[in-house]
């Protein structure tokens, strides 16, 4: 991991008339952040940097140049390989890569391999936002940025089903099937178990309800009725006399078996008292008197 911050430069720069020299880098990670710079800026030609990283993180100002001053100073050139990574970037900080020239042709940028690029875009001159810029004394004299990102393949890692359809019968276990000695297993559906439908609801019960029998309705005219004489069949049960009326039950008594039975008691006769009034002697005088028959009332 290179590790680059707070101001701090990586350069092959060159301030005179002589050439930059060129500057490699094999890393897993370049993180550059506060201002830090890998460069091989130039005044007198040359200088070039190669970088091969998967991941390249640029933070607060960083950058990655090989700009270029003087007459007929072309810039260098910036080649990244980011090995199936990535290039990342914040675009309001102003982190750049820049391959350009102030008085001649610019450089080139190329970036292969790259699975995505964050923050940091290819611009026709530089900005104050993140750019990746390859600019000369005039447009026409701007250099090449080339940005290769890795195609991803939608059918890569996809497993490729059978055509033919699977015969489940056979791959359904002996022990299932029906009438075969390790067929022991049943199931059996016993409803919901006495569990209500709906938590509001009250519970309903299961036992078989008869309906009320309805008797067939008596027929209007029984003059244009033809009856039709019926088999008379023995019957056990015993006829109650017609002339016996039906009385409503007032009470109920206990038989000798501890049975209760519902019977009708007899109505009071208002008028008379209800209970028979006491044969009680009464004695004056040393007589005794007590109730006596109409007989010898009258003697």
Not at 161 to 175: F, K
Not at 202 to 214: F, G, R, Y
Not at 218 to 224: D, G, Q, V
Request: overall charge neutral; glycine content about 10%; charged content about 15%.
């Amino acid at each position: 991991m290179l590790l680059n911050k707070d101001g701090a430069q990586i350069t092959v720069s060159s301030t005179s008339k002589s050439k930059a020299g060129n500057l490699k880098v094999d890393a897993n990670s370049i993180r550059l952040d506060n201002g830090a710079k890998i460069s091989a800026d130039t005044t007198g030609g040359g200088g070039n940097i190669i970088l091969n990283s998967p991941l390249i993180l640029l933070r607060r100002g960083s950058s990655i140049t090989t700009n270029a001053k003087g007459n007929d100073i072309t810039g260098g050139d910036i080649t990244i390989d980011a090995k199936n990574g990535f290039i990342i970037a914040v675009n309001s900080e102003n982190s750049d890569i820049s391959a350009n020239s102030a008085n001649a042709r610019g450089g080139n940028v190329a970036i292969n391999n790259a699975a995505g690029i964050f923050g940091i875009q290819s611009r026709k001159e530089p900005s104050p936002n993140s750019d990746i810029t390859a600019t000369g004394a005039t447009p026409d004299l701007s250099g090449k940025v080339q940005i290769n990102i890795v195609d991803v393949d939608p059918t890569r890692g996809l497993i490729e089903l059978p055509t033919n359809l699977v015969d489940v019968s056979q791959q359904i276990s002996t022990a299932c099937t029906p009438g075969t000695p390790q067929f022991q297993n049943t199931f059996v559906a016993t409803g919901r178990g006495g569990l209500p439908i709906n938590p509001t609801e009250p519970l309903q019960d299961s036992s078989t309800v008869s309906a009320w029998v309805k008797l067939r309705p008596e027929p209007e005219n029984l003059a244009n009725t033809t009856t039709q004489p019926q088999p008379t069949a023995v019957s056990t049960v015993p006829k109650i006399a017609a002339t016996i009326p039906i009385v409503e039950a007032s009470g109920w008594v206990v038989d000798s078996n501890g049975n209760i039975e519902l019977v009708a008691l007899p109505r009071l006769n208002p008028h008379s008292p209800w209970q028979t009034p006491a044969d009680c002697p009464v004695s004056q005088g040393g007589v005794k008197y007590g109730k006596t028959s109409a007989a010898k009332a009258s003697r």
